[in-house]
């Protein structure tokens, strides 16, 4: 069965460092999320991804993050300068179409700023 | 602001007792609703969906979820647990691929 996967699993940074979280979509799936859970809150959305262009995104997104489909088969998340508050679960996802459809998520990037 | 609700965070029952999760969601238009489910350890997966039709959706593993339009409800059931159904449960509204999460409830089942 297809699914979506993500490296590294965790990923331990400094205060300042700018980090990149991987995800490869499933194959035939033409748009694309990411997702965080900081420790004890809810799955958050980030953005929507579709066509090689941001489709949405929300107030968490701003300027210290970026998204990218650098081939055709990953899905990139940086975070330019990381604070200690992006400390987080992050969750890629994929899905066919953009409503109607159920989004498949990856096991996670444990993500630790320290 | 649109927003969905769980009303427990924490659940624990015995095997063969009787699940119900509540959900509420607050949506201006046309929503989707899922239940996705978290084991210990995997990541996330896709328990049942409602889009239109049939308000009584029907899952895998025996969940099954009904809407009801004039409560904002969306509330998750399973008749009879068993130890593996120990997980986390979210409940998702969907608007136009932006899903929003309830903050989750933690199921636990015990022997």
Same mark, same amino acid.
């Given at each position: ?48 991804? !579709? ?48 409503? !109607? ?14 | ?29 046309? +929503?989707?609703?899922?239940?996705? +489910?978290?084991?210990? /350890? ?14 009584? +959706? ?45 903050? /989750?409830?933690?199921?636990? +089942?015990?022997?």
């Amino acid at each position: 069965e297809p699914e979506v996967t993500q490296t590294p699993s965790h990923q331990v940074t400094q205060m300042g460092q700018e980090v990149i979280l991987r995800c490869v979509p499933i194959s035939n799936h033409l748009y694309f999320y990411w997702y965080r859970q900081i420790l004890g809150q809810k799955v958050e959305f980030l953005v929507s991804f !579709y066509n090689n262009e941001i489709s949405e995104k929300s107030e968490i997104f701003d300027d210290q993050f970026s998204v990218e489909r650098p081939d055709g088969s990953n899905f990139t998340l940086k975070i330019r300068s990381t604070k200690l508050e992006d400390s987080a679960m992050y969750f890629c996802a994929s899905s066919e179409t953009q409503s !109607y459809n159920e989004q498949f998520f990856g096991p996670g990037t444990r993500l630790t700023v320290l | 602001a649109q927003s969905v609700s769980q009303h427990n965070h924490h659940v624990i029952l015995s095997e063969a007792a009787s699940l119900e999760l509540g959900c509420n969601y607050s949506y201006g238009g046309t +929503v989707n609703l899922f239940w996705y +489910v978290q084991y210990p /350890g995997q990541h996330l997966q896709l328990l049942l969906k409602y889009f239109s039709g049939d308000p009584l +959706v029907k899952g895998i593993k025996g969940f099954e979820a009904e809407f009801i339009k004039s409560k904002f409800s969306f509330n998750l059931r399973k008749p009879s647990v068993q130890w593996s159904d120990t997980a986390e449960y979210f409940c998702a509204a969907d608007s136009w691929g932006k899903l929003q999460f309830g903050a /989750g409830t933690q199921v636990v +089942v015990t022997p």
